[in-house]
């Protein structure tokens, strides 16, 4: 049995799809379904079992859980925009604190989602090797992963477990999460419709309207990374999942104009003042360590994933 939590999310649901692509369908599924329709991202896919999060973790405490093979523990708060610092806490540090130390106290693989929200500004780069005391969050959930990962790190527990650094994930099941989607889910509609996309303006004499970088790495490049650390359980650590190549926002919208056959028309508009100063404006995956692993997997441009990503918002279609 694989444990894996935050299965009904965006990057849960698409790795149980690609479980199930492999033949694992013996899975305890654990998250969290609310008025929304994330449970949605569960139908067709295979499991034996599901549990809500505060159920399955009194479970654990009170040891009415079978040892499971593995626990891939994807499940978090992941909004960024959220100011309610203890729930963070809670939700996403002393839960993961939890399962880490049973999956320890069990001998057994502990996979878990760090974010590249702990790089903050990326003033100490994006180095999955790097002294992660020196880095400063932006906001509280990039925080509560650091948090974690600190944790880890200065009980001497990293070497027993893997930690996920995802860069700018996109893909197929974040139709749930509001204001969290990525913006080419958000402005799909615009696009394909309207025929315009709206970006945020730069605050950042660095860079152009529309020209700042990220690392946006496709849901089913993700997966498959995903899919290779469960296989090699003795790849301890923490590992970047990004593509190690930055693009622009507008690349982005260039992107999605050619994929739905309309003539690129781009509109700018004021950022929040609550995102001005938390905003990266530039983010790269070093994959070094990754690829050092074994991990040979070659990632998709990022116009055939936009391409391949807007087949499915055509439909609004899952994985």
């Known amino acids: 049995m694989i444990i894996l939590t935050g299965g009904a999310g965006f990057i849960g649901s698409c790795f149980l799809w690609k479980l199930n692509q492999e033949k694992i369908d013996d899975i305890l599924v654990v998250d969290h379904l609310d008025n929304g329709e994330k449970w949605k991202n569960l139908v067709g896919k295979k499991f034996y079992d599901y549990m809500q999060k505060e159920d399955f973790i009194q479970a654990v405490k009170d040891k009415k859980i079978q040892k499971p093979q593995a626990i891939v523990h994807l499940g978090a708060c992941s909004s960024t925009t959220q100011t309610d610092a203890n729930y963070y806490i809670h939700n996403n540090f002393e839960y993961s604190k939890t399962l880490a130390l049973w999956a320890m106290e069990l001998g057994i693989p502990f996979i878990y989602a760090s974010s590249a929200a702990t790089y903050g500004n990326g003033e100490n780069g994006y180095d999955d090797q790097c002294d992660i005391d020196k880095l400063a969050p932006l906001n509280m959930y990039g925080y509560s992963k650091q948090l974690f990962d600190l944790w ?20 197929p099941n974040e139709y749930h999460k509001g204001t969290m989607k990525s913006v080419i889910c958000k ?17 950042n004499s660095k860079y152009g309207d529309g ?11 993700v997966v498959e990374v995903m899919m ?22 507008n690349d982005i919208a260039r992107s999605m104009f050619a994929a739905v056959g309309k003539q690129t028309n781009i509109e700018y508009f004021d950022m929040p003042e609550i995102l001005r100063g938390k905003y990266q404006y530039f983010t790269e995956a070093k994959m070094d360590k990754i690829r050092k692993a074994g991990c040979n997997h070659k990632f998709m441009e990022l116009e055939d994933s936009i391409k391949d990503y807007c087949s499915y918002l055509k439909n609004k279609s899952y994985l």
């Open 187 to 203: 402005t799909y509609d615009d696009v394909a419709q309207k025929g315009i996309i709206r970006l945020f303006k730069s605050y």
């Open 211 to 221: 020209d700042s970088l990220r690392d946006f790495v496709y849901i089913k490049d």
């Open 228 to 249: 290779f650390l469960l296989n090699n359980p003795k790849n301890t650590g923490l590992f970047n999942i990004g593509t190690g190549k930055a693009r622009s926002w």
């Open 152 to 171: 880890l790190l200065r009980n001497k527990y990293n070497d027993k477990v893997t930690g996920i650094k995802f860069f700018n994930v996109f893909g």
